[in-house]
T-cell receptor
Framework: GENVEQHPSTLSVQEGDSAVIKCTYSDSASNYFPWYKQELGKGPQLIIDIRSNVGEKKDQRIAVTLNKTAKHFSLHITETQPEDSAVYFCAAAVGYSTLTFGKGTMLLVSP | DTAVSQTPKYLVTQMGNDKSIKCEQNLGHDTMYWYKQDSKKFLKIMFSYNNKELIINETVPNRFSPKSPDKAHLNLHINSLELGDSAVYFC????????????FGPGTRLTVT
């Protein structure tokens, strides 16, 4: 089955800096790659996703890039703010199968 | 106006007991899911279910069983609880029909003593 590796496990940045979280996947048939943000005590919330027919997608301060050849995708957050502090999860899926999640990255943005 | 709700939010019980967690979604979605999040924050799918098909993760013990009284509800029943069942359990739903975005509930923290 699919295996998703996520790095780093923790990431500390200063407010205003950029943050990058990287994921790799094993199943070349995977074609859907969402990113979720989980704040303390809450459920994960979808923040952005990308499908395999697209190389990059942006939504305000966040962007996701996908390299199908290398089987990796990344989340980029620019101009980080303290409210960006949370655990971020990448995931991958083949077609409409269930999601396989990475192990999460705890992002801490210091004022 | 909560989209996906779960009850209870916290559940403390003793080993060997049987317990249930309820989940309801008011989004009109066709597919619902149960996830387990362990102490290291690892999210793992347990079940996915729509009105036609139940998909069970083969690693889930048969002490866990989902029950769906209707399309908007997917409850999780756990028999003979064990210490290792302590975790946060999340319910989620998606529209299906080509829409893969999943919406998660707030979670139920289960502690088995």
């Amino acid at each position: 089955g699919e295996n998703v590796e996520q790095h780093p496990s923790t990431l500390s940045v200063q407010e205003g800096d950029s943050a990058v979280i990287k994921c790799t996947y094993s199943d070349s048939a995977s074609n859907y790659f969402p990113w979720y943000k989980q704040e303390l005590g809450k459920g994960p919330q979808l923040i952005i996703d990308i499908r395999s027919n697209v190389g990059e997608k942006k939504d305000q301060r966040i962007a996701v890039t996908l390299n199908k050849t290398a089987k990796h995708f990344s989340l980029h957050i620019t101009e980080t703010q303290p409210e960006d502090s949370a655990v971020y999860f990448c995931a991958a899926a083949v077609g409409y199968s269930t999601l396989t999640f990475g192990k999460g990255t705890m992002l801490l943005v210091s004022p | 106006d909560t989209a996906v709700s779960q009850t209870p939010k916290y559940l403390v019980t003793q080993m060997g007991n049987d317990k249930s967690i309820k989940c309801e979604q008011n989004l009109g979605h066709d597919t619902m899911y149960w996830y387990k999040q362990d102490s290291k924050k690892f999210l793992k799918i347990m079940f996915s279910y729509n009105n036609k098909e139940l998909i069970i993760n083969e690693t889930v013990p048969n002490r866990f069983s989902p029950k769906s009284p209707d399309k908007a509800h997917l409850n999780l029943h756990i028999n003979s609880l064990e210490l290792g069942d302590s975790a946060v359990y999340f319910c989620a739903s998606s529209r299906g029909q080509g829409k893969r975005e999943q919406y998660f509930g707030p979670g139920t923290r289960l502690t088995v003593t």
